[in-house]
């Protein structure tokens, strides 16, 4: 097992997902966590064979800077500093960290030094598969000089150290992150990390989450009903899947809001598959028109998300005491690790807040989880790793393949004011892009794809008479988590063929257009 020590970088639960991903149980803890006894003995702490310092948006000479337990450098376990990790190992015992001219952003080269690593490096330095590689970096701070014992053994193109390793201690630092997928050879070197450095066993796998995810539900749950809000999406049906399977299906109750700001289909679609994995108690509360009416006259995206948000809270609390349930229940939810980080509440509660989520944090929730009865099975899961689960869950292909959808819907993805109007028409046309993809086995190939309908409108032809029609946008992009995304090279062909298609079928719809702005600077949704 490998332990990561989170200081507040976005990227830090991919560290440990990363490692899983390697087949070796890894956990995300607070930075500063104290290592008293009482948690070295802990839990959290059996098996441990190595330590991963994280990155950080912050810089170590300030404040803000979070700090470890002085412990992690005098516990003889191996070190693996990370970015900001790195720069914390080096000013922590006695180097020098100081602010760029200017931030290092995206694929930096690094070449290795010609040195040969001192013997106890060398499975380490193995990882490293080609002497000069891009790296992914994002950092405005440097090392401008080492600490005692340590020594630079891979260089920036910037002039800067990006690998650096200490002469005796199994401690190593990389200025760059291994965990992003832009790093080239990152996993290598988590992997030599992990099994050559820690000496980490190969032994974790989907069925061992799903037997912990068992035990710590028998241990919390008992025999108290447990309410799960389904969204619709692949989270929250993996994370129903996953309490039938683990609980008595007669205690689980799914609930599941048709907001009328769903794809086409998806209140069907969601039904047929939680009956398929034996749900009990499926309550679908239809509230279309409370959601239009809340939303009429509303054009600003925060005004929009926010109303859609307390609107889905009124509801739901409404919905909830409808249900009758002691107050003993436990309330879970389908939230990955992703959804916390973006809304300002991952592990350490330190990265920054990027956009309201309104599945996080809601009176109910609130109450819930100060009352110790939340139940977040998927919250150290990424996408992918939830996907998995699905398979090994059974749970119907057409809903784990099913790329995310936000929570806010078609609200988010009409801009401007939204109508029902606009929404039968948005279903309509990106049902029609969706489909296409999956006949021409493009769908699988694109993390996330869906069509934006725009609040401006432009001039055409059908036949011989003026059309003034609603201009349509399609988004398909690549990421492996959502947190950055690159546009999807689509085909020219397909592009022209769907948007024929799509202008043909759906009348009010006279253009189309294709988004290609990756993220960053854009964000994958339109509001
Ligand atoms: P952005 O637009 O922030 O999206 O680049 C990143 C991922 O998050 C999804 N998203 C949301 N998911 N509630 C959700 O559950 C939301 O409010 C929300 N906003 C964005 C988005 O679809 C993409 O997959």
């Given at each position: 097992?490998?332990?990561v020590?989170?200081f ?16 070796v ?9 104290p290592?008293t ?22 810089s ?7 700090v470890?337990?002085?412990k ?11 970015c900001y ?6 000013y ?39 002497k ?28 800067f ?9 199994s ?23 992990t ?9 974790w ?25 389904i ?30 700001l ?46 859609i ?56 929730v609130?109450?819930?989880?100060k ?5 977040e099975?998927?919250?150290?899961l ?17 809903v ?18 939204v109508t ?30 869906f069509?934006v ?20 946008a399609?988004?398909?992009?690549t990421?492996?988590?959502g ?22 079928e ?10 290609i702005?990756s ?9």
């Amino acid at each position: 097992k490998i332990l990561v020590l989170d200081f507040g970088s976005q990227t830090t639960a991919l560290i440990g997902r990363r490692i899983r991903e390697l087949g070796v149980y890894s956990e995300v803890i607070p930075g500063d966590t104290p290592l008293t006894d009482e948690f070295l003995a802990s839990d959290t702490c059996k098996g441990v064979k190595g330590l991963i310092l994280s990155g950080s948006p912050e810089s170590v000479y300030t404040k803000e800077g979070s700090v470890p337990d002085p412990k992690v450098y005098s516990c003889g376990l191996p070190l693996l500093g990370i970015c900001y990790g790195l720069q914390r190992m080096t000013y922590d015992n006695g180097g020098k960290v100081e602010a760029l001219p200017k931030r290092e952003y995206g694929g930096v080269g690094v070449t290795l030094d010609d040195a040969d690593p001192p013997p106890h490096a060398l499975s380490f330095i193995n990882g490293f598969k080609k002497k000069s590689f891009t790296a992914w970096m994002s950092h405005g701070d440097t090392l401008t000089r080492l600490a005692p014992g340590f020594l630079q053994f891979g260089t920036s193109e910037t002039g800067f150290p990006a690998v650096v390793i200490h002469e005796s201690k199994s401690w190593f630092g990389l200025q760059f992150h291994p965990e992003v997928t832009h790093s080239e050879g990152g996993l290598d070197i988590l992997a030599a990390y992990t099994f050559g450095v820690c000496r980490c066993e190969k032994n974790w796998t989907m069925e061992h989450y799903v037997e912990e995810v068992r035990r710590s539900l028998a241990a919390r749950v008992e025999k108290n009903p447990v309410l799960l809000l389904i969204s619709g999406g692949v989270d929250s049906t993996v994370a129903g899947a996953l309490l039938l399977k683990t609980l008595d299906p007669d205690h689980v109750h799914l609930m599941y809001m048709d907001t009328g700001l769903m794809r086409k289909d998806e209140t069907k679609t969601v039904k047929v598959a939680l009956e398929k994995l034996g749900a009990r108690h499926l309550h679908i509360i239809h509230c279309e028109d409370e959601f239009l009416a809340k939303l009429k006259g509303l054009e600003d995206p925060e005004a929009k998300r926010k109303a859609i948000g307390d609107l889905f809270i009124t509801i739901q609390e409404r919905e909830v005491a409808r249900l009758g349930l002691p107050d003993s229940y436990f309330l879970a939810q389908g939230t990955l690790y992703t959804d916390l980080i973006e809304s300002g509440k991952g592990v350490g509660k330190k990265a920054h807040l990027i956009k309201s989520h309104h599945n996080v944090g809601s009176p109910l929730v609130d109450a819930k989880r100060k009352a110790g009865r939340i139940i977040e099975p998927l919250d150290k899961l990424y996408k992918d790793e939830v996907r998995a689960l699905g398979r090994l869950l059974v749970v119907d292909e057409e809903v784990v393949r099913r790329h995310p959808f936000p929570g806010p819907g078609l609200g988010v993805r009409i801009l401007g004011e939204v109508t029902k109007e606009k929404c039968d028409i948005l279903r309509e046309a990106d049902a029609i892009f969706i489909s296409e993809l999956k006949k021409r086995n493009l769908y699988d190939e694109i993390w996330q794809a869906f069509a934006v309908l725009l609040p401006i409108r432009s001039v055409g032809v059908a036949g011989d008479v003026r059309k003034y029609g609603w201009v349509l946008a399609l988004r398909a992009i690549t990421s492996a988590d959502g947190m950055t995304a690159d546009v999807y090279p689509f085909p020219t062909k397909d592009l022209l063929e769907i948007s024929t298609l799509i202008t043909n079928e759906v009348q009010d719809i006279g253009r189309v257009t294709y988004d290609i702005s990756s993220k960053p600077p854009a964000t994958i949704e339109w509001e």
